[in-house]
C-alpha cells in the first residue's frame, strides 16, 4: 500500500474537483515542478490509488430521477452467479457485497417507479435470490467523497522530499 502525503491529497483533491486539469495547471497551482506531478500522477494509477478519470452524470439531467437501494440477501453459494446476472441489467448502477442480513447492497437508477419496480422484480426472479428490500433515495446531501479522510491521514505530511512534514 503506498503511503500518501499532502501532496499525492492535494493532487486527487484537485482532480476530484476538476478531472480535466492538466498537469501543468495542476503543477501550477501546486507550486511543483510539471514531472512531480506526472510522476505522482503515474504512482498513484500504477498503484491502484488512482483508478481513473470519469465524468460525474446527473442522473436527475439526463431523465433518471428516481434512485433506490435494493438489499439482496441470497444463497451465498450463488453470490458470484447472483452479481454477474444483476450487474446485466442496465438500470444498475452499482453492487456492493456488505456484511449483515443482506448480502448485497445494489443501488439503481430508473426513469419511473414502475421501472424501478420491474428492475426490482428482475433482481428477485435471479437464481439465488432470496430476499429483497427497497429503499428510495429522496435526496444526496452528501455525495461520495474522499477528501475530508484524505485530508485527514496526510495532515502530518509534507510534499514529499522538497518539503517534508513541519515537526
Known amino acids: 500500500m503506498p503511503r500518501l502525503d499532502r ?6 483533491g484537485r482532480l476530484t474537483r476538476n478531472a480535466r486539469a492538466g498537469v501543468v495547471e495542476l503543477a ?20 491502484g490509488v488512482v483508478r481513473g478519470f470519469r465524468p460525474d452524470v446527473d442522473l436527475e439531467a439526463i431523465g433518471v430521477p428516481v434512485q433506490a437501494f435494493v438489499d439482496v440477501e441470497l444463497d451465498q453459494r450463488r453470490m458470484a452467479y447472483v452479481v454477474k446476472e444483476i450487474a446485466q441489467i442496465p ?19 430508473a426513469v419511473t417507479h414502475a ?6 422484480v428482475r433482481i428477485i426472479d435471479t437464481d ?13 446531501p452528501l455525495p461520495y467523497r474522499v477528501q475530508p479522510l484524505l485530508d485527514k491521514l496526510t495532515r502530518e505530511s509534507g510534499y514529499g522530499r522538497s518539503t517534508p512534514a513541519v515537526e
Open 91 to 109: 438500470e444498475v448502477l452499482e453492487i456492493i457485497t456488505q456484511a449483515g442480513r443482506e448480502d448485497l447492497r445494489v443501488r439503481v437508477g
Open 128 to 140: 439465488g435470490v432470496r430476499h429483497t428490500t427497497s429503499t428510495l433515495a429522496i435526496s444526496t
Open 28 to 47: 501550477t497551482a501546486l507550486g511543483v515542478a510539471r514531472n512531480t506531478v506526472q510522476a505522482r500522477l503515474k504512482r498513484l494509477e500504477d498503484s
Open 7 to 12: 501532496l499525492d491529497a492535494e493532487i486527487i
Open 115 to 120: 421501472d424501478l419496480q420491474e428492475v426490482v
